[in-house]
């Protein structure tokens, strides 16, 4: 598993300790670009991983980590999304803009 893609969850997975609400729809989003083979698993796990050992329901934890894939997919081109697989790790600015946009697009209403 890569740094960045783990970083990543656990920016997005931690961002989210307001209550459970009325969650946003984004079923019909146009994609933007696409996960590397594997990183989509590999993110929903640790993004997963990281809010159920918060203390978040199964439910919260699902909807929120596949919220934010779907944002990263429909917000990322293709190159953003590898540059966010990056082994070198990614730019803290792309993370940023990662973590931002999920937590816009995700958060309970």
Same mark, same amino acid.
């Given at each position: 598993?890569? #740094?960045?893609?783990?970083? *990543?969850?656990?920016?997005i997975s931690t961002? #989210?300790?307001? +209550?459970?609400?009325?969650? +946003?729809?984004?079923?019909? *989003?146009? /994609?933007?670009?696409?996960? +590397? ?5 590999? #993110? ?20 929120? =980590?596949? =919220?934010?894939?779907?944002? *990263? ?10 540059? *966010? ?11 940023? /803009? ?5 937590? /816009?697009?995700?958060? +309970?209403?």
């Amino acid at each position: 598993m890569t #740094f960045s893609i783990v970083l *990543l969850a656990i920016l997005i997975s931690t961002a #989210f300790a307001a +209550p459970a609400g009325e969650w +946003p729809q984004l079923a019909g *989003l146009s /994609k933007g670009g696409k996960f +590397p083979p594997g990183e989509e698993e590999r #993110f929903l796990s640790q993004c997963q991983q990281v809010a159920t050992a918060q203390g978040f329901d199964s439910a919260t934890v699902n909807r929120y =980590c596949a =919220c934010g894939a779907a944002v *990263l997919e429909r917000d990322f081109t293709d190159a953003e999304l590898s540059q *966010l697989d990056s082994k070198d790790g990614a730019d803290a600015k792309l993370l940023q /803009k990662a973590q931002r946009l999920v937590q /816009k697009s995700c958060a +309970p209403k």
